[in-house]
């Protein structure tokens, strides 16, 4: 049965878009502030109508970003999914461009949980599964997994730990070296 992420997943998608916004608009308001002065006419009349016309472009900006930011949250969480089946993990993500992924058991070999300090507030965990052969760190952090469940309850992450040990240890026994 495929399962969802905690609620909570909901704000750390708002706020990983709000920070995008927050870049974009570092980035692109050297260049745009400029020329919507000029577009407006501001320039050459007064500080103060320059001033108001700033103040109105960001309120909008602000509205923009909150609004974008809902919507991505929403529909990021609405569609990933999760599912723990007798032979694998199956996830399934994305908005745009959907990404399904099949994790066999067999290649699991650590799984770590995270808590940082919003997850610990609105009470939800990542689930970091670490696999044979995948060392790649998309993240940054230095933590490459390539089974990565981004928001589920305390309780449920410390069971998919328990659940994926227990399977790792049933895996190497009947292997041997």
């Given at each position: 049965?495929?399962?969802?992420?905690?609620?909570?997943?909901?704000?750390?998608?708002?706020?990983?878009t709000?920070?995008a916004?927050l870049?974009l608009?570092?980035?692109?308001?050297?260049?745009?502030a400029p020329i919507s002065?000029?577009l407006?006419?501001?320039?050459g009349?007064?500080?103060?109508a320059?001033v108001?016309?700033f103040?109105?472009?960001?309120?909008?900006?602000?509205?923009?970003?909150?609004?974008v930011?809902?919507?991505?949250?929403?529909?990021?969480?609405?569609?990933?999914?999760?599912?723990?089946?007798?032979?694998?993990?199956?996830?399934?993500r994305?908005i745009i461009?959907?990404?399904?992924?099949?994790?066999?058991?067999e290649?699991v070999?650590?799984?770590?949980?995270?808590?940082?300090i919003l997850?610990?507030?609105?009470?939800?965990?990542?689930?970091?599964?670490?696999?044979?052969?995948f060392?790649y760190?998309?993240?940054?952090?230095?933590m490459?997994?390539?089974?990565?469940?981004?928001a589920v309850?305390?309780?449920?992450?410390?069971?998919?730990?328990?659940?994926l040990m227990?399977?790792?240890s049933?895996?190497g026994?009947?292997?041997g070296?």
């Amino acid at each position: 049965m495929k399962k969802q992420l905690h609620p909570g997943a909901k704000w750390s998608f708002r706020f990983r878009t709000y920070f995008a916004f927050l870049f974009l608009s570092f980035f692109f308001g050297w260049f745009l502030a400029p020329i919507s002065m000029i577009l407006f006419g501001i320039i050459g009349k007064s500080i103060a109508a320059a001033v108001i016309t700033f103040i109105i472009m960001s309120f909008f900006y602000l509205i923009l970003a909150i609004v974008v930011g809902e919507i991505y949250a929403r529909m990021a969480y609405n569609r990933w999914f999760y599912e723990f089946t007798e032979h694998q993990l199956r996830m399934e993500r994305g908005i745009i461009w959907k990404k399904y992924s099949n994790l066999p058991y067999e290649r699991v070999q650590n799984v770590d949980i995270t808590r940082g300090i919003l997850a610990r507030m609105l009470g939800f965990s990542s689930v970091h599964i670490q696999t044979a052969g995948f060392s790649y760190a998309a993240n940054g952090r230095g933590m490459g997994s390539e089974g990565h469940i981004p928001a589920v309850t305390m309780h449920e992450a410390e069971q998919i730990r328990e659940f994926l040990m227990k399977k790792i240890s049933h895996n190497g026994r009947k292997q041997g070296l």
